[in-house]
Every structure is written in structure tokens, then in C-alpha cells.
């Protein structure tokens, strides 16, 4: 048995919080819009393959080049199955099927809620006790949130798939909210970090591959140099520099906290769709994207 491991939680106004936090932020804000284009006659199974065989590669160069070793203790293995199966799989095949019928803010909302799996996994299987004001802070951010889904449902309509895709959207965050909660663990913590998640990275890599031959038959490519382009971005920028950023938060934050990530990034997704989409902001939105950030700012002053 792990014995429990005494670490410090860190404050959002510490520096080795709050410029990864921002800076992971940015770029997921970025990566829905990306995801996006990357669905094309490629199936999503080829796509989130050829995106992890690229994150992969860059963990094992990252690796080299900070000269640590790729090695986990036999206590790790679990951990390190449980993030690659949920993070690394089945979290991507639902995000990548669910913004076939839904437009990627209604995605982006769902992982903003994923602050409530996150706060009960982490109270059943870490024993973190919740503040009342991060429970307040929490409702409000939930509210919001709760608006800015409203309007991108009615901007998306009713039509065919769309329930199918909001269950996939659910399924996606429960399933990255396990792997959040699961990088918390003291035994997640004993592990060495960036070779347990190179290794969850290489099994969800492995495993994507055999599932796009299963589902979808010999590799297919999309020419256009937008696609290619997409996946070194998701593969290098939205996953090598924003995934060993994101769990270090995890665990210097908690991942009740951490998940506010979820909260700034549909925001900041909806802010570059008006740059590059013409998103069109209501009364509706602005209110919903200014109690999302009041709840954050409040849930991220409360101690828990």
C-alpha cells in the first residue's frame, strides 16, 4: 500500500499556477477551432492516431532532451493504464464524434462543467473536502455556463444526431475527468511525471491505432497542408506543452481547481471564433461569460 504523500497546494496567485494555467488555457481555446477542421472523410479514428503517434514522438524528444529516463516503477502501471485508456482514447473518440453533429462551443461548454466530476471523484477517491465557497463559486460558474450553452444550442438547432452528440460530450468529460482525478493520486505522485505520461500517451497511441484499423480500415490522408499543419498543433502545441502543464496543475492545484481550465477555455474559444468565425455575441452570451468568469474568480479565491 502507497503510503499517502504530504504536499502543498499551491494558490492561483503563485506563478507556477497562474501563467500555466493561462497559458494551457490559450491554447485548448485554440485547439476546438483546429479539431474542427480536422474533421473531414478522415475518419476521427486515423485523425486521433495520427495526432498521438505525433504527440508521442515529441514526449520521447522532450525526454532526450531534459535526459530522463523512460522508466515507471511496477506500482505506476495501473496509473498508467487508466490515463492512456481515458485520456488518450476514449476521451478523444468522443470529443472527435460529438463535434460531428455539434458545433465545437456546445464541446467546449460540456468540459467547462468538468468541475463537478472532478470535485465528487476527487472527495470519493482522494478524500478532498469542498469549500461553501467553492460550491458557490462553482453554481455561478455553472450558471453561465448553463447560458452560453442555451445560445450555441440554439445556434447549432435541432437537428438530427445532436442528443447523440451531447451524450458523447458527457461521456468525453467524465472520461478525462477519471484520468484528472487519477493523476492526483499519491501513487500517480510517487511515479516519475513526464515518463508516466509519455508511457499513457504511447498505450492510448497503440491503442488508437489498432482501433482505426478495426473501425475504419487502412490509414486515409487529407492532403490539404491546413490538415497537417492542424495535427503537428494538436500533437506538439495542444498536447506536449499543455498536457504535462495541465497535470502539474492537477497536482499543485488540486483537480477540483485545476478543472477551471474548463471554465476560461470555452470563453477564450468563443472570443477567437469571433475573430476568425464571426461569432455573434448577444446579451444572452456577455452575461454568461461574465458570471462563468465571477464564478471562477470566486471558486478560485475559496480554499477547498
Known amino acids: 500500500m502507497t503510503a499517502p504523500i504530504k504536499r502543498e497546494r499551491l494558490s492561483f496567485a503563485d506563478p507556477r499556477v497562474f501563467l500555466p494555467f493561462c497559458l494551457v488555457a490559450l491554447i485548448w481555446g485554440s485547439t476546438w477551432l483546429v479539431i474542427k477542421d480536422q474533421i473531414s472523410f478522415v475518419p476521427p479514428s486515423w485523425t486521433i492516431a495520427y495526432r498521438f503517434m505525433i504527440a508521442s514522438a515529441a514526449m520521447l524528444v522532450l525526454l532526450a532532451f531534459r535526459r530522463e529516463k523512460l522508466r515507471i516503477t511496477k506500482a505506476g502501471l495501473p496509473i498508467m493504464a487508466i490515463v492512456g485508456v481515458t485520456q488518450f482514447v476514449m476521451n478523444f473518440h468522443f470529443v472527435y464524434r460529438a463535434e460531428m453533429t455539434l458545433t465545437s462551443g456546445i464541446v467546449a461548454l460540456f468540459f467547462a462543467l468538468i468541475m463537478i466530476p472532478n470535485s465528487i471523484l476527487a472527495w470519493f477517491v482522494l478524500r478532498d473536502t ?112 499543455t498536457f504535462p502543464l495541465y497535470f502539474t496543475l492537477i497536482r499543485n492545484m488540486g483537480a477540483g481547481r485545476a478543472a477551471y481550465i474548463g471554465v476560461a477555455t470555452p470563453i477564450l474559444a468563443m472570443l477567437l471564433s469571433t475573430l476568425f468565425e464571426g461569432y455573434n455575441w448577444t446579451a444572452l452570451t456577455v452575461g454568461g461569460s461574465l458570471l462563468a468568469l465571477v464564478g471562477l474568480v470566486l471558486a478560485l479565491k475559496a480554499r477547498s
Open 130 to 241: 469542498v469549500s461553501k465557497g467553492f460550491v458557490a463559486g462553482s453554481a455561478i460558474a455553472i450558471v453561465g455556463v448553463g447560458l452560453l450553452l442555451v445560445h450555441e444550442y440554439d445556434m447549432a438547432g435541432a437537428r438530427e444526431g445532436v442528443m447523440l452528440g451531447v451524450i458523447l460530450a458527457i461521456l468525453a468529460t467524465f472520461s478525462a475527468s477519471v484520468a484528472n482525478v487519477t493523476q492526483a493520486t499519491d501513487r500517480a505522485h510517487a511515479q516519475p511525471f513526464l515518463p508516466l505520461l509519455t508511457f499513457s500517451m504511447m498505450l492510448g497511441t497503440a491503442i488508437n491505432v489498432v482501433l482505426a484499423l478495426v473501425l475504419d480500415g487502412p490509414p486515409v490522408w487529407d492532403p490539404r497542408p491546413e490538415y497537417g499543419f492542424g495535427l503537428l498543433y494538436l500533437g506538439v502545441v495542444g498536447s506536449v506543452i
